[in-house]
């Protein structure tokens, strides 16, 4: 599955789409790529003279990842988007840099209507530098729309 596929099936848009490609999905497993550059806009801040990709973006990617599973095996899911409900058990093994590849391994543990269990880890050259155990929440598009997070009047533009 190429970019454009994962777009189709992801509502992420750059700069927070953090998968490049599908390279399997078998059954209730998916492998997914994150190919790290130096161009990520978390770089700029994290950290300015060691670039380190975040422990929660890693998440995100592996929620990602997660999300495109369970796109394809319920088609009830479809107009519906992810949410991440709870992380498990989560490690971090090894600082993840530009240039290195995520492979991304996730397996489904548990779908029912509205609630996905999901498990995996990523690796970079076939060392693991993070896992967990993902929880995350099928919502209607209309009822995400109409809980938008409130921004205080002295915030807004």
Do not use: W
Not at 23 to 41: F, W, Y
Not at 82 to 90: R, V, Y
Not at 111 to 122: D, P, Q, R, Y
């Amino acid at each position: 599955m190429d970019v454009q596929e994962i777009r189709e099936t992801l509502p992420h848009r750059y700069p927070m789409l953090l998968v490049d490609r599908i390279l399997d999905i078998t059954g209730d497993s998916i492998v997914g790529i994150k190919n790290v550059t130096a161009n990520e806009p978390y770089f700029v801040g994290h950290f300015p003279n060691f670039l380190v990709m975040p422990g929660v973006l890693i998440i995100e990617a592996m929620a990602q990842v997660s999300g495109i599973l369970v796109a394809k095996l319920a088609p009830h899911t479809r107009g519906k988007i992810m949410f991440l409900a709870s992380i498990e058990e989560a490690k971090f093994r090894k600082p993840v840099v530009p240039g290195d590849q995520l492979r991304i391994e996730m397996k489904l543990i548990r779908l029912k209507t509205t609630v996905a269990k999901i498990k995996g880890e990523a690796t970079v050259d076939g060392q693991v530098v993070a896992e967990a155990g993902l929880m995350c929440k099928l919502t209607d598009r209309a009822s995400e729309s109409a809980q938008a997070v409130e921004v205080p009047e002295h915030q807004m533009a």
